[in-house]
Structure formats: structure tokens, C-alpha cells
């Protein structure tokens, strides 16, 4: 596609409920990334993904959050028994191979997810 | 564990007025990004850096590597209302895709 595209864009769930968010990345970008922003604040780094395998799951905050990526393209996070902590704008983005200008990752919309 | 400080963390000026903000590292980066978000939406890329004292202009943007590629800065000569946003720098090291980002500034510009 022309961009990054995440859906839904805003997800209101409740405590102990399980979600899943979805990301399609730009087409042919083999490195797809999530972060988790909350409110005002920068970006936390939660997992990237190498094709489909995810060499780097090392922000991940807890078992509950796990993530797949399949076919090189879609990736969906998915957050198991949420708690309100995990209130926050899910953020994800891709980018291709590396070149002389450096590495440039283009991000969706993000994602906000409320936990009530 | 590589970190990015950026300064200052909130920043409120009127139009017109000239305005740095500094990403700082204890760590060598290969590339070095920096970007700017709005509300509601992910931010955008601006400029990617990637040679130690490398600097790039875009309009009234001005931004630099440092030397030792630990460090950059984003200048804004003469700020607009619609330059105001968050913005956020991002280091990533050759071999690897991933972007360690900071810890953001949030800038806004006054009519």
C-alpha cells in the first residue's frame, strides 16, 4: 500500500479483555517495528520483526504481549487479560533495506487503546 | 543500553523566535533520524543524518550531526505556529533495524 495502515485506530476495551491490533506495512519493507506511546510522552520500543522472525522481542513488558508477523507483510500485537497500564497509542511502522541514507522507517497512525 | 536524552523536554516560544534542540547519546550511532508528530497521528520523518559533523538544511530546519556521532541538534530559525509538535530523534546502528528513539520535545509556537 501507499503507507502504513493500523487498525482499528482506536479500541476501547475492558480490564481482563484480550485485543489484537493489526498493521499492514508498506509493501516489500521486510523490517516492521511496534512501539507504545503514552500520552505526550516518546516512543517505547516493544519488538521488530526481520521478515517474519522477531530477532529483538526484548521491549516487550510483560508475557501477556506477544506478536506475528506472517507472509512478510501483516503483524498483529495482541495483548492478552488487559490491564488500564496498557492504555496507550500502539504504534507501528516498517522500513526497507538499509541504504546509503540510512535506515528510514515511515509509521502508521498508531492505534489507541483505552482499558477501562 | 543505548539511550537518547533529548532537550529541552518542553519548550513554548513566541513567532518568530530562533529555537535548538539537542539529542544526546553516550553511544555511537551510524544514523540518526529526526522527526515530528502531531496529534492523532505518527510522527513523520524530517531528515536522516549519517556522516559525523553532517549538516542538513530543510527551509528554516537546520540539523547536525556531531562529529563523534553521539549527538545532534535541531535548529529552527524564525518558528511558525505550524512548526509546533513533538519532536523526537532516532538512532540505529548499521546491521540492525532498529531505532532507539528519545525521549522527545515538545514544542509550541505562539501567534
Known amino acids: 500500500g501507499a503507507g502504513v495502515s493500523q487498525s482499528p485506530s482506536n479500541k476501547v476495551t475492558e480490564k481482563g479483555k484480550d485485543v489484537e491490533l493489526r498493521c499492514d506495512p508498506i509493501?516489500?519493507?521486510?523490517?516492521l517495528y511496534w512501539y507504545r506511546q503514552s500520552l505526550g510522552q516518546g516512543l517505547e520500543f516493544l519488538i521488530y520483526f526481520q521478515g517474519n522472525s522477531a530477532p529483538d522481542k526484548s521491549g516487550l513488558p510483560s508475557d501477556r504481549f506477544s506478536a506475528e508477523r506472517t507472509g512478510g507483510s501483516v503483524s498483529t500485537l495482541t495483548i492478552q487479560r488487559t490491564q488500564q497500564e496498557d492504555s496507550a497509542v500502539y504504534l507501528c511502522?516498517?522500513?526497507?533495506?538499509?541504504?546509503?541514507?540510512?535506515?528510514?522507517?515511515?509509521f502508521g497512525q498508531g492505534t489507541r487503546l483505552t482499558v477501562v | 543500553t543505548q539511550l537518547l536524552e533529548q532537550s529541552p523536554q518542553f519548550l513554548s516560544i513566541q513567532e518568530g523566535e530562533n529555537l535548538t534542540v539537542y539529542c544526546n547519546s553516550s553511544s555511537v550511532f551510524s544514523s540518526l533520524q529526526w522527526y515530528r508528530q502531531e496529534p492523532g497521528e505518527g510522527p513523520v520523518l524530517l531528515v536522516t543524518v549519517v556522516t559525523g559533523g553532517e549538516v542538513k538544511k530543510l527551509k528554516r530546519l537546520t540539523f547536525q550531526f556531531g562529529d563523534a556521532r553521539k549527538d545532534s541538534s535541531l535548529h529552527i530559525t524564525a518558528a511558525q505556529p505550524g512548526d509546533t509538535g513533538l519532536y523526537l530523534c532516532a538512532g540505529s546502528n548499521s546491521g540492525t533495524y532498529k531505532y532507539i528513539f528519545g525521549t522527545g520535545t515538545r514544542l509550541k509556537v505562539l501567534a
Open positions: 509493501s516489500g519493507h521486510t523490517a
Open positions: 511502522a516498517s522500513s526497507g533495506r538499509q541504504g546509503v541514507n540510512g535506515t528510514e522507517a515511515f
